[in-house]
């Protein structure tokens, strides 16, 4: 079935710590999202990535960072310098600018 | 720059009633319009979108909305809420750029029985 994988679905990471959060789509979709979404708020943008070795900081990209080296992979690092890294992250799609975005399932990173 | 707002974080209607989710938004450009709903620990799901096909947009599960250029509105309602309604409702805006989808904070439905 085609959609969008993220894991793990649970991850906790101690201060100081990195930590990578897997995206992988099969939709063979050219633009690629990061979202986080605090307890009670909204989803505010990471990164995106509208081709393949590109990408662009949404409105909250300090310590966080991304590649995007394979069409179906868009990887999402935190790290150390993320002062407030505990949310929930969100993976989206797709296929090109003024389509309907697709979400993954999302990924709870806590630190401990 | 492209913005939604939506009134009221918390909804509670009674099974059975009326469903208004509120979203207003500002867009110098011809909007594309989008209601998202998300069950705890999950994604976001599609609802419907708006792409100036029709100023009526019906959705999945019973909702539908309505684009009111003269109001800069687009509420989301549905006629009768039913239980697996409640979830979070986002409101959301293709920026001008047509490069992302902004979001609104999102609405919080309860449905009492």
């Known amino acids: 079935d085609g959609g969008i994988t993220q894991s793990p679905k649970y991850l906790f990471r101690k201060e100081g710590q990195n930590v990578t959060l897997s995206c992988e789509q099969n939709?063979?979709?050219?633009?690629m999202y990061w979202y986080r979404q605090d307890p009670g708020q909204g989803l505010r943008l990471i990164y995106y990535s509208q081709i393949v070795n590109d990408f662009q900081k949404g409105d909250i990209a300090e310590g966080y960072s991304v590649s995007r080296e394979k069409k179906e992979s868009f990887p999402l690092t935190v790290t150390s310098a993320q002062k407030n890294p505990t949310a929930f992250y969100l993976c989206?799609?797709?296929?090109?600018?003024?389509?309907?975005?697709?979400f993954g399932e999302g990924s709870w990173l806590t630190v401990v | 720059a492209q913005s939604v707002t939506q009134l009221g974080s918390h909804v509670s209607v009674s099974e059975g009633a009326l469903v208004l989710l509120r979203c207003n938004y500002s867009?110098?450009?011809?909007?594309?319009l989008f209601w998202y709903v998300q069950y705890p620990n999950q994604g976001l799901q599609l609802l419907l979108k708006?792409?100036?096909?029709?100023?009526l947009v019906k959705g999945i599960n019973g909702f539908e909305a309505e684009f009111k250029k003269s109001e800069t509105s687009f509420h989301l309602t549905k006629p009768s809420a039913h239980m697996s309604d409640a979830a979070e409702y986002f409101c959301a805006v293709m920026d001008s750029s047509a490069s992302k989808i902004i979001f609104g904070s999102g609405t919080r439905l309860s449905i009492r029985p």
């Open positions: 989206a799609s797709n296929k090109d600018s003024g389509n309907t975005i697709y």
């Open positions: 867009s110098s450009v011809p909007p594309y």
């Open positions: 939709l063979n979709h050219d633009a």
């Open positions: 708006y792409t100036s096909a029709a100023t």
